[in-house]
């Protein structure tokens, strides 16, 4: 009888070692989850530090160049369009080739800033061919963007057939347009001068006169040579024809005289 009640015993003792185990793990497990919960947000709010920490011109020197490419990419999904504008500065300082990816869809964004700086940053960091897509913002309604526009195409005019592309905005009816066109024809002309004259024509044949001005300016400083001017001397006799004495039209007889004298 002795024996059986030790049994008994010995059976309630695993069987409260057990409950004890467990009751032991179920706390630890509540502890780690507690833990965790209160973590998380430190961790998330050290996250934005880190986002609000990175920008272009001192970017954290812990914070590595791919880590600075994650944060700027985020940024650039922000509504914020300062945000935004910030992620590109990012991304395009940690890796300007995958940046370039991200940054030429914002050449079409309806805010015109941030137009302005995909334009500007891309041309900055010299990404090859995208001179077709950059020209069409020297149509832009903004003016910002038409100045970067025109700033960052300087860095495209040697791009093969680029010199086609300037035939729409040359014949814009905004004059402001043509006249930023005209410096970027300049330094096209070095790399395709046979198109050059067909590109330049809807200027020559503007009746404004500050565009015939900036035009013919182009033209005295591009072609030092008078026998280049030849093949002008239609467009510059129309000039003379329409404008008169105007200060144009008074460019354009001081050109053909040198023309006629050669």
Same mark, same amino acid.
């Given at each position: 009888?002795?024996?059986?009640?030790?049994?008994?015993?010995?059976?309630?003792?695993?069987?409260?070692?057990? %409950?004890?185990?467990?009751?032991?793990?179920?706390?630890?497990?509540?502890?780690?989850?507690?833990?965790?919960?209160?973590?998380?947000?430190?961790?998330?709010?050290?996250?934005?530090?880190?986002?609000?920490?990175?920008?272009?011109? *001192?970017?954290?020197?812990?914070?590595?160049?791919?880590?600075?490419?994650?944060? !700027?990419?985020?940024?650039?999904?922000?509504?914020?369009?300062?945000?935004?504008?910030?992620? &590109?500065?990012?991304? #395009?300082?940690?890796?300007?080739?995958? !940046?370039?990816?991200?940054?030429?869809?914002?050449?079409?964004?309806?805010?015109? $800033?941030?137009?302005?700086?995909?334009?500007?940053?891309?041309?900055?960091?010299?990404?090859?061919?995208? !001179?077709?897509?950059?020209?069409?913002?020297?149509?832009?309604?903004?003016?910002?963007?038409?100045?970067?526009? *025109?700033?960052?195409?300087?860095?495209? %005019?040697?791009?093969?057939?680029? #010199?086609?592309?300037?035939?729409? /905005?040359?014949?814009?009816? =905004? /004059?402001?347009?043509?006249?930023?066109?005209?410096?970027?024809?300049?330094?096209?002309?070095?790399? =395709? /001068? +046979?198109?050059?004259? !067909?590109?330049?024509?809807?200027?020559?044949?503007?009746?404004?006169?500050?565009?015939?001005?900036? $035009?013919?300016?182009?033209?005295?400083?591009?072609?030092? +040579?008078? +026998?280049?001017?030849?093949?002008?001397?239609?467009?510059?006799?129309?000039?003379?024809?329409?404008?008169?004495?105007?200060?144009?039209?008074? &460019?354009?007889?001081?050109?053909?005289?040198?023309?006629? %004298?050669?």
């Amino acid at each position: 009888m002795k024996k059986k009640t030790n049994n008994v015993t010995d059976k309630k003792f695993i069987w409260i070692l057990f %409950a004890i185990c467990i009751g032991t793990l179920f706390i630890l497990a509540i502890s780690i989850m507690i833990k965790n919960s209160i973590s998380a947000p430190k961790q998330k709010r050290e996250s934005t530090i880190q986002i609000e920490d990175v920008d272009e011109s *001192s970017p954290s020197e812990n914070i590595s160049p791919k880590k600075q490419f994650a944060l !700027g990419s985020k940024l650039m999904r922000s509504s914020s369009s300062e945000e935004k504008i910030r992620g &590109m500065q990012i991304v #395009m300082t940690a890796n300007p080739k995958d !940046g370039a990816n991200l940054l030429i869809p914002c050449l079409m964004d309806p805010v015109p $800033a941030v137009r302005t700086q995909a334009a500007t940053l891309l041309s900055t960091y010299e990404i090859p061919n995208l !001179g077709s897509q950059i020209v069409m913002l020297l149509e832009d309604p903004d003016k910002a963007v038409r100045l970067a526009a *025109s700033s960052a195409m300087l860095k495209y %005019a040697s791009e093969p057939g680029i #010199m086609y592309r300037f035939m729409r /905005p040359m014949s814009s009816r =905004d /004059p402001e347009v043509v006249k930023l066109t005209i410096p970027v024809w300049k330094v096209a002309l070095q790399y =395709d /001068p +046979r198109n050059a004259i !067909g590109t330049i024509a809807p200027a020559l044949s503007s009746s404004d006169e500050s565009v015939l001005s900036t $035009a013919l300016g182009a033209l005295t400083q591009s072609y030092p +040579r008078t +026998r280049d001017l030849v093949p002008y001397k239609t467009l510059l006799e129309g000039i003379t024809a329409r404008m008169g004495s105007s200060p144009s039209g008074q &460019m354009a007889q001081s050109l053909l005289q040198r023309i006629n %004298a050669e």
